[in-house]
C-alpha cells in the first residue's frame, strides 16, 4: 500500500469504549505508532477531539458500527471548527487481514488503510438533514403504532360480538369513535341512539349498523376498549407533535418539497422522507447510477470464471 496522509488515526468504536490509533510520519517511511483508549461517555470523547487537535489529526476513520459511532461523529465533527475530514466506512470495505484479533489491531487497521487512502466513506448527511431524518423516521414508527393499536381495537370489538368493520368502512371516523366512546360508557347501545351518533353517508347503513353492534359489553369488556381508545388517542396527539417540529424543520426546504411534490406519485410526505435521507446536495453523489446503489436498488454483479455468485447486499449502506 502506497502512503497518501502523513498523520491519520482508525477509530475502533465499542459501545463503550474507542480505541484509536495514530499514526505519523513522513510518506514513504514506517510511521509512528500511537494507541490510546477513550471512553464513549461525552468528557471521554471531549478528551478523544481535543488529543487529535493537539497532534494536528485532520483525518480520521471508523467503521459505521451500529449507532455507536453516531456520538463519536458528533463530537468530532465540529473539531479544527468543523474541517476535520472524517470518514465512516461500511464494515465490509475494510475486513481486518487474519490472524489474532484485538481491538488495537482493529484500529491499527482502519489507521493503515486511511494513510494509504483505501477507505470510501458512507454518505453522512448534514446536521440539519440528520435531525429532519430523525423526525421522518419517527414519525413513521409512530404511524406504525397507530395502525397497531387499531388492530388492537378491532380484535376487541369482534371478541365482544360488535361487528363495526363489517359495515363501516373506517370505524375511527366520526361514526365509528362515537359509537366506541357511547360503549365505553354504557358498554351497550340502543337502535335510537345509533341513529343520533351516525353521520354522513354511513346513515345510508343504519339498519346493518343497528345490527352490528347489538350487544352488550361487561365492565371488564367496556373498561378495557377505553384504555386501548386512551392510548391510541395519545399517540395522535404526540403524532400531532412531531408533525408540527417536522414542519417548522422543512420550512427552509420548501422549494426542494415543491420540486419533489410536483414528480407523479409522489406527495409532501414521501417528498420529506426522500428529503430527509438524501439531503439537497446531490454533488455527494456522483452519477444517478450511484445513488440508485446507495438507496439498494442496483443488485450486484459478481462474475468469476464465468459463474456467477449470489445476489450479495449493495456496497453502500444508508446510515
Not at 175 to 200: F, N, P, Q
Request: net charge neutral; proline share 4%; hydrophobic share 40%.
Amino acid at each position: 500500500m502506497q502512503d497518501i496522509l502523513e498523520t491519520c488515526c482508525g477509530l475502533d468504536v465499542h459501545k463503550d469504549t474507542v480505541v484509536a490509533c495514530l499514526l505519523k510520519g513522513n510518506i514513504g517511511e514506517e510511521p509512528t505508532k500511537t494507541i490510546r483508549t477513550f471512553s464513549t461517555l461525552l468528557a471521554g470523547l471531549d478528551e478523544l477531539k481535543a488529543w487529535l487537535e493537539a497532534e494536528n489529526c485532520r483525518h480520521v476513520a471508523m467503521e459505521s458500527t451500529g449507532v455507536y459511532w453516531q456520538p463519536v461523529y458528533n463530537v468530532l465533527e465540529e473539531a479544527f471548527d468543523g474541517s476535520m475530514v472524517l470518514i465512516v466506512a461500511n464494515a465490509r470495505h475494510m475486513k481486518n487481514v487474519p490472524g489474532k484479533k484485538t481491538d488495537m489491531k482493529d484500529a491499527e487497521w482502519i489507521a493503515n488503510l486511511l494513510r494509504a487512502g483505501l477507505l470510501e466513506g458512507s454518505f453522512i448527511p448534514s446536521k440539519p438533514i440528520r435531525e429532519l431524518r430523525n423526525l421522518t423516521r419517527y414519525r413513521k414508527s409512530i404511524i406504525e403504532e397507530i395502525a397497531s393499536q387499531k388492530n388492537r381495537i378491532e380484535k376487541h370489538l369482534q371478541s365482544c360480538g360488535f361487528k363495526l368493520s363489517t359495515f363501516l368502512t373506517d370505524i375511527f371516523g366520526v361514526s365509528g369513535r362515537a359509537i366506541m366512546d357511547h360503549l365505553c360508557r354504557y358498554g351497550k347501545i340502543t337502535a335510537r341512539e345509533v341513529e343520533t351518533l351516525v353521520k354522513g353517508r354511513a346513515k345510508c347503513k343504519l339498519p346493518e349498523i343497528k345490527q352490528a353492534v347489538n350487544g352488550k359489553m361487561d365492565v371488564h369488556q367496556r373498561e378495557f376498549l377505553k384504555l386501548l381508545l386512551g392510548w391510541l388517542d395519545q399517540h395522535y396527539e404526540h403524532l400531532r407533535q412531531v408533525e408540527q417540529k417536522l414542519e417548522e424543520k422543512l420550512n427552509q426546504y420548501q422549494r426542494q418539497l415543491e420540486q419533489l411534490d410536483g414528480i407523479p406519485g409522489i406527495d409532501k410526505t414521501a417528498a420529506a422522507a426522500i428529503l430527509a435521507e438524501i439531503g439537497i446536495d446531490m454533488s455527494r453523489f456522483k452519477t444517478a447510477e450511484h445513488i440508485c446503489s446507495w438507496a439498494g436498488l442496483s443488485p450486484g454483479n459478481n462474475e468469476s470464471a464465468g459463474k456467477k455468485s449470489p445476489l450479495v447486499p449493495p456496497t453502500a449502506t444508508p446510515i
